[in-house]
């Protein structure tokens, strides 16, 4: 009996360390990433606020700030109407994940070639270590692509309300857009069942105003970083829109109001962050998602300007306004589903001719010289798409090279070497012209 006893107390102990020691490792790499994003130079001071808070969630371990009672619920897409959630009196927090740690953590669970954000996710998820994934009373997963669809059932065994939400792939199809509607009302009355809010029609009109408030600072910043030369750098922005995924809408937007304000100073005293003739270069293709932000960082550390974020973290995934036609609560519920599917140019429908248009209209409006088409190593939905965006880019004479990365800091060297050599390109084609 006693030598049960102590083996069972040292297996505890032996997890224990096991835990503090993925704590701490995913502390080291959050932490060290913040570092580096202040050195890279002239940092906004209306920043602060935005890396705060990717400090708060990844190395001080804490869960998002609210008031007491108020309930988290996850999503992972941009295909979860936000509106629903607040009108509920709750609070949305995306759980896509960018932790290295957390991704060796989700390899236990996944096979080898599996998405590193859905391995990484499947890791938190599964460590019961970190409270934004532990405290949430729902988690809602659009199936947008295969890994997703299977990563349902294995979030299932760490969280009793998982909820699968079905995404048509055909956007014009009626019968797939009301079959959607139909799930978004399943949807609200899922979300009701663990609110003490019951969403009605004044409180979701007031959840998409306050939305709608954020997206108009979104739609500044967007124009702000058309500028050239430019006022904020790529990376600088790349974290105040990761940090809209942990903080309450209401919050964010006033913050994301005061580096606006910040930003057009800049302008009116010519105080621009990169030479006029450094390569402007725009990043589209799979998340890129703190800590995991290589790539923005190798940018603008050899040399270029990340002007422009097409992937669905950056503005993208808030730039869509939601179109009233009825002025009901089933107007409204519309609305939300027709804005979540029309308008997007995620790769995960058939027919995403949108997206290629959507694409040559921000190499015009950045004035993006070279792209960089990042696909993370499994996510087989970009990786389709890129020789349709390559072949587009090629009739413009705009370079883009396809950068296939994982979560570890493994290629690192060799990302920099292929992305260096490719700022160079644009530097020497600006010259030739």
């Excluded at 704590?23 to 002239?42: C, G, W």
């Excluded at 349902?152 to 199809?173: F, G």
């Excluded at 790769?347 to 949108?354: H, I, T």
């Amino acid at each position: 009996m006693q030598e049960t006893t102590a083996a069972k107390n040292q297996e505890e102990l032996k997890n224990q360390r096991r835990n503090e020691r993925i704590v701490r490792n995913m502390q080291h790499v959050s932490n060290k990433y913040l570092r580096r994003i202040y050195e890279i130079p002239i940092v906004p001071q209306s920043l602060e606020y935005f890396s705060n808070i990717l400090k708060r969630i990844f190395v001080e371990n804490k869960s998002v700030e609210r008031d007491n009672g108020v309930k988290l619920i996850g999503t992972y897409c941009v295909m979860v109407p936000q509106e629903l959630i607040y009108a509920a009196g709750c609070i949305p927090v995306k759980l896509c994940s960018g932790s290295y740690t957390a991704y060796n953590i989700g390899d236990e669970f996944t096979p080898r070639d599996a998405c590193p954000l859905v391995k990484s996710s499947i890791g938190f998820a599964s460590m019961n270590l970190v409270p934004i994934y532990d405290e949430c009373s729902m988690v809602i997963v659009p199936t947008s692509c295969d890994c997703k669809k299977k990563m349902v059932s294995i979030l299932a065994k760490y969280n009793d309300n998982v909820i699968p939400l079905h995404v048509p792939t055909i956007k014009l199809d009626d019968e797939l857009k009301n079959s959607y509607i139909e799930d978004i009302y399943a949807l609200k009355k899922a979300i009701e069942s663990i609110s003490p809010k019951k969403i009605s029609y004044s409180r979701l009109k007031a959840a998409t105003e306050a939305i709608a408030v954020a997206q108009r600072e979104i739609y500044r910043l967007y124009s702000l970083k058309m500028h050239s030369p430019s006022v904020i750098k790529g990376t600088h922005a790349m974290i105040a829109m990761n940090s809209y995924s942990y903080d309450r809408i209401d919050r964010w937007a006033k913050a994301l109001r005061i580096l606006n304000d910040e930003l057009e100073l800049r302008i009116e005293s010519k105080r621009y962050v990169a030479k006029p003739n450094a390569p402007r270069i725009m990043v589209t293709g799979s998340p890129v998602v703190f800590p995991n932000i290589k790539i923005p960082l190798l940018i603008e550390e050899m040399g270029g300007i990340f002007v422009a974020d097409e992937t669905c973290m950056g503005e993208r995934g808030l730039y869509d306004p939601v179109a009233v036609t009825e002025n009901s609560l089933d107007g409204l519920i519309r609305a939300l589903a027709i804005k979540a599917i029309l308008p997007c140019s995620c790769p995960s429908f058939v027919n995403n001719d949108q997206r290629i248009f959507k694409l040559k209209q921000m190499i015009e409006d950045f004035k993006v010289q070279g792209v960089i088409y990042h696909v993370l190593r499994g996510c087989l939905v970009y990786d389709y798409e890129y020789f349709a965006v390559e072949d587009a880019l090629r009739s413009m004479d705009i370079p883009i090279i396809r950068v296939e990365t994982d979560y570890n800091e493994e290629d690192v060297e060799q990302l920099r070497i292929r992305i260096e050599a490719f700022v160079e390109l644009i530097k020497f084609k600006n010259m030739e012209d």
